[in-house]
């Protein structure tokens, strides 16, 4: 006798029966010991506590934990549904079989739904080893994948970590290095001023490649804390764009009137962002959109339309295009595909936009062919993350 109720043992130990600890809910001791002889003959050998009510199950349970439940549905003082309750409580993941007299198709099927693993009829025992082997297998399955999901959970968490720390690295860099840079460039502009012609050639040579650099790194430093600024200290709210594009423009105006730009845009919408943002995404487009132009003059339009949630927006220009297999590097900081001495730029223009658009939730891609113009295509949210989610439920 176990301290919990009788002590089952199958009699005969053979070196290939797999082992099995049963716990077995049962008033009827000539049933359990059926079910375990059912299981005796198929290839198990079983150690099982019989009990028949609550608490002995769950001292059982405590003390000796299962790897199947077998529960008889009707019991004098319990029912064997209550025992899934108890599982649970304890927090454990033990497959539990209704072993029953008679259970009709839909009173099972509630018993399955409620969370009982299967049910097999004390006159078809012969079922019971195949139902037990499955359920000790779905078990191991949903182990594994539990550990797998854990382990994807945790790498995720560490990325998203070593990320900030990237990011914190980056901005606190670039933040810090504009200091001693402003020096370097005033004091080279200073050196050019009071020495120009009064060197040597060499000497006004050397001034100006210093003044060049310092002045690119400057540019360079400046996107990039742009870069590592987005998602920081930002304030979403309804923005239109309209009025956006209206700044926008104005930002560009001479560049737009060098070029002779034909620019249109169509009733667009508000999206729920931060202000800057929106403009620094239309800003990088519309401005590559003429710098990237090719021998007509620019004629860049921007579009907008539902998709969804969110709003799709097009900016479409007539300029040198993009070959497809470029389609996805152009968007990584520093990537160019040309020199700087054909089209001025650093490669971070288009990883602002992406950084942008995928911080607040949208996607960003390219359709073009070389030498065919460019269209850029990208989402945005028409509505703060709280409205969409109310919209959705
Ligand atoms: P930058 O403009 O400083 O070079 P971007 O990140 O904005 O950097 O763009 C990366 C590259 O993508 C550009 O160097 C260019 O080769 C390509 N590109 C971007 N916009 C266009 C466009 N509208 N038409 C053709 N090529 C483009």
Redesign the pocket.
């Not at 990537?335 to 040309?338: K, M, P, S, T, V």
């Not at 089209?343 to 936009?353: D, F, K, M, Q, V």
């Given at each position: 006798m176990s301290s919990t109720g009788t002590k089952l043992e199958t009699p005969v130990s053979v070196e290939s029966k797999t082992k099995l600890r049963a716990l077995v809910l049962e008033d009827n001791p000539l049933d359990a010991a059926l079910a375990l002889r059912a299981l005796d003959r198929d290839g198990f050998e079983v150690t099982a506590d019989v009990v028949q009510d609550e608490a002995a199950f769950s001292k059982s349970l405590r003390a000796n934990p299962p790897e199947v439940v077998l529960a008889d549905y009707n019991l004098p003082n319990w029912k064997g549904m209550d025992a899934l309750k108890v599982i649970r409580r304890e927090g454990l993941d033990i497959p539990m079989i209704l072993v029953s007299g008679a259970l009709g198709d839909v009173t099972a099927v509630e018993c399955i739904r409620q969370g009982a693993t299967d049910y097999v009829l004390k006159d078809g025992l012969a079922r019971l080893p195949e139902v037990i082997r499955r359920a000790l297998r779905e078990k191991t399955e949903r182990g594994l994948r539990r550990r797998v999901e854990e382990d994807l959970a945790l790498k995720i968490a560490e990325l998203s970590r070593s990320n900030d720390d990237l990011e914190q690295f980056a901005y606190v860099a670039s933040h810090d290095l504009q200091e001693p840079l402003r020096m370097v460039a005033a004091y080279t502009q200073l050196l050019a001023e009071r020495y120009r012609g009064k060197l040597d050639e060499n000497a006004d040579k050397f001034i100006g490649y210093a003044s060049e650099g310092a002045e690119r790194m400057q540019v360079l430093i400046h996107?990039l804390l742009a870069f590592s600024r987005v998602g920081r200290k930002e304030v979403c709210e309804s923005v239109d764009c309209n009025a956006v594009m209206k700044d926008v423009l104005q930002a560009l105006a001479a560049a737009i009137q060098e070029s002779g730009a034909a620019f249109s845009h169509e009733g667009l919408p508000a999206v729920w962002m931060d202000r800057t943002q929106v403009a620094q995404v239309f800003q990088?487009?519309i401005?590559?959109?003429l710098?990237?132009?090719g021998k007509e003059p620019p004629v860049v339009s921007v579009q907008a339309e539902k998709a969804d949630q969110l709003w799709q927006f097009c900016?479409s220009?007539n300029?040198?295009?993009?070959a497809p297999e470029?389609a996805e590097?152009?968007?990584v900081?520093f990537?160019?595909?040309?020199g700087r001495s054909e089209?001025?730029?650093?490669?971070?223009?288009?990883?602002?936009?992406k950084k942008i658009v995928e911080h607040n939730g949208g996607k960003i891609w390219?359709e073009?062919q070389a030498g065919s113009?460019?269209s850029?295509k990208f989402t945005l949210p028409g509505r703060s993350r709280d409205e969409r989610k109310e919209a959705q439920s």
């Open positions: 996107d990088n487009l401005g590559n959109a710098k990237f132009r900016v220009d300029g040198i295009g993009i470029y590097n152009i968007f900081v990537q160019r595909l040309h089209y001025p730029g650093n490669g971070i223009g288009l990883a602002i936009c390219v073009s113009g460019s850029f």
